[in-house]
């Protein structure tokens, strides 16, 4: 089955740092995307990983591990306008559908 | 180059009508993705669509129905409504198909359905 788990909410202060975990179980691998979701906007591309480590770009940071299914978004010397819902989402194999599955969300709220 | 567009923006609609949804992709996006979003539900994966063929489909039934044109924009189509269909319907287009690496999809602002 597909499942991907995130938490549901959390909180952080401004200027600090916040990491969002995300695990999956999915059918096939190709790729775990991050995206931000202001409430009553479309998502938006944070970032992509397909091999294991860190990608780095600007304040955020994605990390992945294919073998323990999991990833987490480092959110870094955080701003107000951060607070969003923050949506993992795994792609499944070309060859089975390549389809775009999301977690729940994680809704961060940035505190002053 | 322009964003993803759809229309209308908002519906309201009653139960055991149907209803059409519109969504144009960025220029020289070949693939459509729509999704539907509810507060219990999340982000769920409707079908996609490339080269005017349905390529990938969610578990969704048979009342959830679209097609794409020649010119890539696409269309959805929910019959019967039901009260359980009032969601945020989110069309993503992206260059390529489904599972081709790292393509991101740029979601549309959407199109708010409200079934009575």
């Known amino acids: 089955g597909q499942n991907i788990d995130q938490p549901t909410e959390m909180t952080a202060t401004e200027g600090a740092i916040v990491q969002i975990n995300c695990t999956y179980q999915t059918s096939g691998f190709n790729g775990l995307f991050w995206y931000q979701q202001h409430a009553g906007e479309a998502p938006t591309f944070l970032s992509y990983?397909?091999?294991?480590g860190l990608e780095e770009k600007g304040r955020f940071s994605s990390f992945l591990s294919r073998s323990k299914g999991y990833s987490y978004l480092l959110l870094k010397e955080l701003q107000m306008k951060d607070s969003a819902s923050y949506l993992c989402?795994?792609?499944?194999?070309?060859?089975?559908?390549?389809?775009?599955?999301f977690g729940q969300g994680t809704e961060l709220s940035v505190k002053p | 180059k322009a964003g993803v567009t759809q229309t209308p923006r908002y519906l309201i609609k009653t139960r055991g009508q149907q209803v059409t949804l519109s969504c144009s992709p960025i220029s020289g996006h070949r693939s459509v993705s729509w999704y539907q979003q509810t507060p219990g539900q999340g982000l769920q994966f409707l079908f996609e669509?490339?080269?005017?063929?349905?390529?990938n489909k969610g578990n969704f039934p048979g009342r959830f129905s679209g097609r794409q044109f020649s010119n890539s924009r696409s269309e959805m189509n929910v019959s019967t409504l039901e009260l359980g269909d009032s969601a945020l319907y989110l069309c993503?287009?992206?260059?390529?198909?489904?599972?081709?690496?790292?393509?991101?999809?740029?979601f549309g602002p959407g199109t708010r359905l409200t079934v009575t």
């Open positions: 989402a795994v792609r499944t194999a070309y060859n089975q559908g390549g389809k775009l599955i």
């Open positions: 990983n397909v091999l294991d």
């Open positions: 993503a287009s992206s260059l390529l198909v489904g599972g081709q690496g790292g393509v991101e999809q740029y």
């Open positions: 669509y490339f080269s005017e063929t349905q390529r």
